[in-house]
C-alpha cells in the first residue's frame, strides 16, 4: 500500500540523487531490474532496458566501439561529436541521440561511421553543417547550460554510450563513456 509517508520518502530519495545517476527499480520477489532510469538536471528520463544474458534465444550481440566522445554545450553551435573506435565501419541509420529533455535525433538511412572517424550533429542558432561530417539536428536549443545528459541508443533502443556533465563540476571521463 502506498502512503503519504512513503510519497515524500520518494520524493526526498530523488532529489538526493545527484545528476548522471542511473536509477534502477526492482522487482519485489526476484530482485531482477524493472525498470532503469537517469537523473538529469531537469528530471528523469527513462533508459531502455538492454535484454539480460538468457532471456532471448538469441546471443546477445556485441556493441559496436561508437561512442559520444564530446558534448559542446553554452554556444550558438552546440554539438554531439560521435566517433567509432572499432575497425569496422558501423552504419548508423536507425540510431538515436537523447538529451536529457527528452528531446531525439534519429540518424538517416545512409550514415556510415568509418573506423577512426567522427561525426558531429549539431544545434543551436549557429549550428552548421560544412561537411558531410556534420549533420544538423535542429536550429534550437538542446543541451541546458546547467548540467544534461546525453545517450546513444543503437538501432534497437540499447545504450551504446552516454555522457553527462553539470557546468558546476569538472567533466570526468570515468562518467562518460
Known sequence: MVTRGRILFLVAFLMAVPVGFVLVALSRRGQKPVRRQLRTATGLIELPMNVEEGEDDDPPSELPAVSI?????????????????????????????VSGGEQSFTFPQGVILEPGATLRVHSGRGATGETPADLIWTRAYVWHDVGDAALLLDEAGRTVSHWRYRADEAESPALNR
Open 69 to 97: 566522445s564530446d558534448l559542446r554545450y553554452a554556444s550558438d553551435d552546440e554539438y554531439v561529436e560521435i566517433r567509432n573506435d572499432g575497425s569496422q565501419p558501423v552504419s548508423l541509420a536507425g540510431w538515436q541521440i
